[in-house]
């Protein structure tokens, strides 16, 4: 596929918010709507219409609001979600219905009772049900990762015909590696013959820790559209982040893709979920994790500061975060001590950081991190000393 462009569909509001404990109002929905539509998403998956009515109300309320952004509505393969969906949806300048049934045999068979081939017709006629509303219909293969790839293929042909315009292709239980995950878009890519009248998207969870790695192997193979969280909030172990695919794409440009995101809103907005969302970010999260540019290694600090790229392939400001820092630990060495020094306004030399070096390991030694007020301490003592001697 020539075109560059990676569609971010965002799921923050419906995936994200089915995390135990991320439970959204209407208010606090859509003031992050408004927030995601600002940092450049394509598409805001706003909610379930049918679940409930908050969320019904939810998306309605979306809907009037956000004027660039597609406002996505997801259903089952139901009639009545379908209809209920678009009712929601109504107000969207671009209204987008998402609906889909599981195609894996462990679905097929465990989950619906039911035979391939009667799949593949409620597949069919959910995406004919939800064309009745809207021109821009998604329709998702639940399960698509452990699903055998002709019959996907079978499926996603004829729900192509039927008229979808964007198909989903879940790695619903982060079951794949990224070698099959990207060979399965490819296998689409190269054994649908109306695949050019569609965009493949990924939608992959995180139970193996390998969500991202997937979506990336994804757009590789193919596809142009990645379904993602902001934190990678999401069931389970979380779905794909989007601040990790998004840099990804735009540190790797030798894989000629690029996305409309405005990355320095990342921190700001990270930080902002997860308050709303009352979901802390794990310290050593990438790109917006509180340890994502700090150094405390010696090796580390002396590399980073004699030049940044050593030790950091993404300039902090970039995304928006907190400057670097350089954090004393026992494991750090003279230089950081000298540079922490220096920024406290102290003037020693080679000397003076040898004498100062073994005083800052007793104190290391005794707590996990050095902080300014110790080091002023240290260094008005050693001043003294230096006066009186």
């Not at 590789?220 to 909030?233: D, M, V």
Request: net charge negative; hydrophobic share 40%.
């Amino acid at each position: 596929m020539a075109e560059g462009k990676v569609h971010i569909f965002d799921t923050t509001l419906r995936d994200g918010e089915q995390v135990p404990g991320c439970k959204l109002n209407t208010n606090e929905k859509l003031e992050l709507a408004l927030q995601l539509e600002e940092l450049g998403v394509d598409i805001i998956e706003a909610g379930f219409p049918i679940s409930s009515p908050g969320d019904f109300e939810s998306v309605a309320q979306i809907s009037k609001a956000i004027k660039n952004a597609t406002v996505c509505g997801l259903s089952r393969a139901v009639q009545k979600d379908i209809e209920v969906a678009a009712q929601a949806l109504k107000y969207a300048v671009r209204p987008r219905i998402h609906t889909g049934i599981g195609t894996s045999d462990f679905h097929i068979k465990s989950k619906f009772n039911s035979t391939r081939e009667d799949i593949l017709q409620r597949a069919i006629q959910c995406v004919k049900w939800a064309r009745n509303f809207t021109d821009d219909v998604e329709f998702y293969a639940e399960d698509a990762g452990r699903t055998d790839n002709d019959y996907l293929a079978q499926v996603i042909e004829a729900v192509i015909k039927a008229g979808a315009t964007v198909v989903n292709i879940p790695d619903t239980t982060g079951y794949c590696l990224p070698y099959q995950y990207g060979e399965k878009i490819a296998y689409l890519v190269n054994n649908v013959p109306n695949i050019d009248k569609a965009i493949i998207s990924c939608h992959c969870h995180n139970d193996l820790g390998l969500a991202t790695a997937n979506s990336i192997a994804g757009v590789i193979a193919g596809a142009r559209q990645i379904e993602c969280t902001i934190n990678g909030l999401g069931e389970r172990a979380g779905n794909t982040s989007l601040e990790e695919v998004v840099m990804i794409i735009k540190q790797h440009k030798h894989l000629g893709l690029h996305t409309d995101i405005n990355a320095k809103q990342l921190n700001p907005l990270s930080r902002i979920v997860s308050d709303t969302m009352r979901m802390p970010v794990q310290p050593n999260k990438a790109i917006v994790g509180s340890n994502a540019f700090s150094h405390s290694s010696g090796i580390h600090q002396d590399g980073f500061l004699k030049d940044a790229l050593t030790y950091e392939i993404i300039n902090p400001e970039e995304v928006g975060a907190d400057s670097s820092k350089i954090v004393l630990t026992a494991r750090s060495g003279r230089s950081a001590l000298a540079y922490r020094f220096q920024k406290l306004g102290f003037q020693f030399d080679r000397n003076d950081v040898d004498v100062l070096y073994n005083e800052f390991l007793r104190v290391a030694d005794s707590k996990k991190e050095v902080e300014d007020g110790d080091l002023q301490t240290m260094g008005k003592q050693h001043q003294s000393n230096a006066v009186v001697a």
